[in-house]
């Protein structure tokens, strides 16, 4: 968080930036997080059937939350897990609005932990989150105390070190990744969720690698996040308004292309 004279301590940024979110970024959030049809092969290999008890382990504004409720239907419960004061009353909102605010619980956090009881769920899901947690292994530790034999554990995370942005070519974009590394802090987390999560004991751990190329400028906002996280590791306000405005022309003259491999990683007990 922002010190009292406003100064911000990069050592915890990848933390704060999630407990106190400016009205600019949670309005991107809202669209951002929103669930679509085409993202159904990042959650097919979950497994989410009606009756289930469900985790959603960083649940944001409940974009996620209210698709896995569809899913699990009356005979279900969903439980959405979150740092964010604000997160978790627009989660809490939008899951009513959606007419599941009898399925679901969404449960506001202080540190990593998940708020239920061992084998209490059947499934849980978390979805870019590993990349901003303290320590990755003890939340897959919670992870496995939290789901029942045989539940599963499906985790979809980046790694930022496999990313491609044009038109800002190799050495601009280390240049980016470095100075914004203090938003992350495992920002290779995808290439390590195979391996975490076999140590962590899984009985049977697969892993499968989901990318696309986005030339429109949809994910616009995730890169402009990223060039005020560059400014927050002490890249110049101008070397900052120039990367982006790099981005946004590109995207104008139908050079852009963006592209970052998700890891799908799913985990039976």
Not at 81 to 93: C, P, W
């Amino acid at each position: 968080m922002a010190s009292a004279s406003g100064a911000v301590n990069k050592a915890t940024y990848y933390r704060d930036h999630w407990l106190e979110i400016d009205a600019q970024r949670l309005g991107a959030y809202q669209q951002l997080f929103q669930w679509h049809p085409a993202m159904e092969p990042l959650l097919a290999a979950a497994e989410i059937a009606p009756g289930q008890v469900v985790v959603d382990y960083g649940c944001g504004p409940g974009g996620l939350a209210v698709e896995l409720a569809r899913r699990v239907a009356d005979g279900g419960h969903v439980h959405g897990v979150e740092l964010n004061e604000t997160f978790v009353a627009q989660a809490r909102e939008n899951l009513s609005t959606e007419g599941f605010s009898e399925t679901t619980t969404v449960h506001h956090i202080t540190d990593d932990r998940v708020p239920l009881g061992d084998g209490a769920a059947d499934r849980l899901v978390c979805k870019n989150v590993l990349e901003y947690v303290t320590h990755y292994d003890a939340v897959i530790a919670e992870f496995y105390r939290v789901v029942k034999p045989g539940g599963i554990v499906h985790v979809i995370d980046s790694d930022w070190g496999m990313m491609a942005l044009e038109p800002l070519g190799r050495t601009q974009l280390a240049e980016l990744i470095e100075a914004a590394s203090c938003a992350y802090k495992t920002p290779l987390i995808g290439r390590l969720l195979y391996s975490e999560l076999k140590k962590a004991g899984f009985a049977q751990v697969a892993v499968k690698i989901i990318t696309s190329a986005d030339i429109r400028g949809r994910m616009l906002p995730v890169l402009v996040n990223m060039i005020e996280y560059a400014r927050v590791g002490g890249m110049s306000k101008e070397r900052a308004d120039d990367l982006l405005g790099q981005i946004k022309r590109a995207v104008v003259d139908q050079t852009f292309m963006f592209v970052l491999p998700q890891f799908l990683v799913t985990a039976i007990k």
